[in-house]
């Protein structure tokens, strides 16, 4: 019974470089949701998709940010040109429906 | 905007003693969940409480759900190094899609 799988667990990437991470919803779940947590902070929301559509990103930065979760195969978060300040623990986390959420075990980026 | 306050932000105690986590709100919320995280780990789901007045029990943890829905309290009764972690609260958003609003988090560290 897999749980919410992400990858790669740690990424370093050099400024100004693209950021490509990974989330595999648990089985039967169709609502995927990333979170960014930043050193020593609390989780913030990004966004929240359904398969081929994006319902709510209201917490994604309007540039270099993107998201998608294709028909088949995993959800992507992208984040293009990549600036030290993106890094961050990114957690995908997905749910049946509107109920609760199931955390996978996060993507760390480092920007040097 | 719903926002969801914790404290302590750090408890600090020996293993034995009691403690209690705070997670408050001026909003209401239609439920409240808890999360523990241990470093280098995404959040893993303890509990959900749904009604005012609710509480739950997790083997030594109690948690409780406050009358008006606005406030809930985490308590770990003879606390053993196992429970060290990051204690997070969240509520769901009472916008379409369900994301949910975290607290800041209360780091717990049991001394053996």
């Known amino acids: 019974n897999a749980g919410v799988m992400q990858n790669p667990r740690h990424l370093v990437r050099r400024r100004g470089q693209e950021a490509r991470l990974r989330c595999s919803p648990m089985?039967?779940?169709?609502?995927v949701y990333w979170y960014r947590q930043l050193p020593e902070e609390g989780l913030k929301f990004m966004v929240y998709?359904?398969?081929?559509?994006?319902?709510?990103e209201s917490g994604m930065p309007k540039e270099r940010f993107s998201a998608e979760f294709p028909k088949e195969g995993p959800s992507i978060l992208r984040i293009q040109q990549v600036v030290r300040g993106d890094s961050a623990a990114y957690f995908c986390?997905?749910?049946?429906?509107?109920?609760?959420?199931?955390f996978g075990p996060g993507t760390r980026l480092t920007v040097t | 905007t719903q926002l969801l306050e914790q404290s302590p932000q750090f408890l600090s105690i020996q293993e034995g003693e009691n403690l209690t986590v705070y997670c408050n709100s001026s909003?209401?919320?239609?439920?409240l969940q808890w999360y523990r995280q241990e470093p280098g780990e995404g959040p893993v789901l303890l509990v959900t409480?749904?009604?005012?007045?609710e509480v739950k029990k997790l083997k030594r943890l109690t948690f409780q759900f406050g009358d008006a829905r606005k406030d809930s309290s985490l308590h770990i009764t003879a606390a053993q190094p196992g429970d060290t972690g990051l204690y997070l609260c969240?509520?769901?958003?009472?916008?379409?899609?369900?994301?949910?609003?975290f607290g800041g988090g209360t780091r717990v560290l049991v001394k053996p």
């Open positions: 986390a997905s749910s049946l429906g509107w109920d609760e959420q199931y």
């Open positions: 909003s209401v919320f239609s439920s």
């Open positions: 998709l359904q398969k081929e559509n994006i319902i709510d």
């Open positions: 969240a509520g769901p958003s009472k916008a379409a899609g369900n994301k949910l609003t």
């Open positions: 409480v749904v009604t005012g007045g």
């Open positions: 089985k039967g779940h169709s609502h």
